[in-house]
């Protein structure tokens, strides 16, 4: 398995307070990603990294926010949580060039109420 | 951007039976992935595969890039092949994938 870890697995929290969600790398991978999981929609891009701090939106960032200042951790915000923000939430890494596949952490189930 | 087309979306199989998923998409792609998530919600690598054929055990796929589709062949399913099963593509720089919306597979003993 590739050496990725995704801190909280599980967390409820309240509409309007601020949350963290924490990607960890063993993989020295240059690319990271977030991307969200909702039924009907397969994941979606939220926010990328293709080096220490170099980011960019994706898909779906409204309301997201992120921050690599390592190569081994990308971090995901959430600056005031909505209900529409329950959802599960993966990272995954990949390497630079043609022949290199992205691997996904075990997601992290975050649920706002 | 690129649309990504999945079929069936759901599909019910008896043990020791065969299937064929298909990924369409809209447009040339550098990379071409298929996953199983399990039951648990964790996503695992089958292939990649831009192009050509690849085997697996009792797992193949094959891409035909000219024409835009992929095809996921499961022989002799058995029930821990159930979950759902993704294809995702890249077109773009930096390897972002896009996700079709998945194939939910239930293989009953």
Redesign the interface.
């Known amino acids: 398995d590739a050496g990725i870890t995704q801190s909280p697995r599980h967390k409820v929290t309240e509409t309007g307070t601020p949350v963290t969600l924490r990607c960890h790398q063993t993989e020295n991978h240059r690319?990271m990603?977030w991307?969200r999981q909702d039924p009907?929609?397969?994941?979606?891009?939220i926010h990328?990294s293709?080096g220490v701090k170099d980011t960019?939106k994706?898909?779906v960032s409204d309301g997201y926010s992120v921050s690599r200042s390592k190569t081994e951790d990308f971090l995901l915000t959430l600056e005031s949580a909505t209900s529409s923000q329950t959802s599960?939430y993966?990272c995954?890494i990949?390497e630079?060039g043609?022949?290199?596949?992205?691997?996904?952490g075990?997601?992290t189930?975050l649920t706002v109420v | 951007g690129i649309q990504v087309e999945q079929s069936p979306p759901d599909l019910i199989l008896q043990e020791g039976a065969n299937s064929t998923l298909r990924c369409n998409f809209s447009d040339s792609v550098n990379n071409l992935q298929w996953f199983h998530q399990n039951p648990w919600g964790q996503l695992i690598n089958l292939f990649y595969i831009p192009s050509g054929t690849k085997q697996n055990g009792r797992l193949s796929a094959t891409t035909v890039a000219t024409e835009r589709y992929s095809l996921l062949y499961i022989s002799s399913s058995q029930t821990t092949d159930s979950g759902v099963y993704f294809c995702a593509v890249e077109r773009s720089s930096f390897q972002k994938l896009v996700f079709g919306t998945g194939t939910r597979l239930l293989v009953s003993p």
Do not use: M
């Not at chain 1, 043609?98 to 996904?104: K, M, V």
């Open positions: 690319y990603y991307y009907g929609h397969g994941l979606r891009l990328y293709y960019d994706g898909e599960v993966f995954a990949s630079p043609a022949g290199t596949e992205a691997f996904f075990q997601g189930r």
